[in-house]
């Protein structure tokens, strides 16, 4: 995964998991994206 999107990513879930606390139960990436093979077009998933 792109180091900038990762990065993003990660305050994404220490900001759930401190307003939802143990409702948080996992957060998946997938994708092209975290695979490394996406466009310019590529969405995040």
């Given at each position: 995964?792109?180091?900038?999107?990762?990065k993003?990513?990660?305050?994404?879930?220490?900001?759930?998991?401190?307003?939802?606390?143990?409702?948080?139960?996992?957060?998946?990436?997938?994708g092209?994206?975290?695979?490394?093979?996406?466009?310019?077009?590529?969405?995040?998933d």
């Amino acid at each position: 995964m792109d180091p900038k999107v990762e990065k993003i990513a990660r305050r994404f879930l220490d900001e759930a998991k401190s307003l939802l606390k143990d409702k948080v139960i996992a957060v998946i990436a997938f994708g092209s994206r975290v695979w490394g093979d996406y466009t310019e077009d590529s969405d995040y998933d």
